[in-house]
C-alpha cells in the first residue's frame, strides 16, 4: 500500500535572479526587439530556462474538471433559466462526472436549440446582462473577466444564429453557443491590446484571426475579448490597465495567467467556451 510520500515531488529553492522593472517607452523598444529582431525572443525563453515548465512531469493528477461553487458567488445557477422558461436540466447526461455539475456545455446549447426550448437571442440578451454585472460594482467585488465586449455585435450573431435554427440551417455543433476569445487575437471590429495601454489603440482589426475565423464559421457567436496579463508577461492577470482578473472561486485569488480571463468567464459559468494560449504553462 503506497503512502502520500511516494509521489512527493522534491522541491529545489528558487535561484534569485534580477528582473529590472520595465514601463513606458523602454517596454514599447523591448516589445519591438522582441518581435522584430530574428532569434531575441528564443534565446530569452532559452536562457532563463522556461522551457523547462514544458518537460515538466507532475505525478499528482490535474482536476480539469469544473467544480459547482461552494455558494452563490456569481449567480452561478441562474443560466439555467432564461427569460423565466427552465430549458436545462439540473443534470448533464452526458458525462456522469458532471452530473451534479451547475455549467452548460456547448452541447446543452445546441439541443436547446434544437428542441426549440430557447433561442439564441433570448440566451444573448441574458448574456449581456450577465457580462454588464460581472464587470460592475454590483457584483462585488468585480470579477473583470471579460475585457471587450459589443452588445450590437453580440446580438447581430444571435439574430443570424437564430434564424438559421428557424430554417432547419445550423451551421454545426457550435452555432449559437458563446464563445470568448483572449485580448491577444485578432477579432474583426476588436482592438487588439494584449493587456497594455498602448498596442493597436484606435486599429481594429481589419479581419479575424484564423482560429477566430475557423470558430464563426461553425456559427459560434464571438462574445467579446477576455482580459490577460500584460503582453503575456506574467502568471497572475493582475494588470493595472484592463482591471485585475478574480476568481470566482474565491475573489480574493487569481485566476492564473496570462489568460486568466478566460478562466474566470468559463469557471463563472458565464459561457462554455473561452480560447486561451499557453506560452509556458498558461492554460496547463
Known sequence: MSSRHDHEIKLEPTPRMFI???????????????????????????????N????????????????????EVFGIEEPMI???LEIFDQKNKY????????FL?????????????????????????KIDHSCSKACDPPLHGMYQYRKDDIMAQAKASTARYNQKQPLGPLDGVPVAIKDEFDVFGYETHGGTLFLNRGKPASKDAFLVKKLKDQGAIIIGKTNMHE???????NNPNTQTTRNPYNPNHYCGGSSGGSACVVSSGLCPIAVGCDGGGSIR
Open 20 to 50: 529590472p522593472y520595465v514601463s513606458g517607452l523602454p517596454l514599447r523598444l523591448l516589445v519591438l526587439f522582441l518581435e522584430y529582431v530574428p532569434g531575441l525572443s528564443n534565446y530569452f525563453f532559452w536562457s532563463r530556462k522556461i
Open 105 to 129: 456545455c456547448a452541447r446543452d446549447f445546441t439541443e436547446a436549440y434544437l428542441a426549440k426550448r430557447v433561442t439564441p437571442i433570448q440566451v444573448c440578451e441574458k448574456l449581456i446582462d
Open 231 to 237: 503582453i503575456g508577461f506574467g502568471t497572475t492577470t
Open 52 to 71: 523547462v515548465l514544458r518537460n515538466k512531469r507532475f505525478n499528482d493528477e490535474i482536476t480539469v474538471m469544473p467544480l459547482p461553487l461552494p455558494n
Open 82 to 84: 432564461i427569460n423565466g
Open 95 to 102: 458525462n456522469p462526472i458532471l452530473e451534479n455539475q451547475k
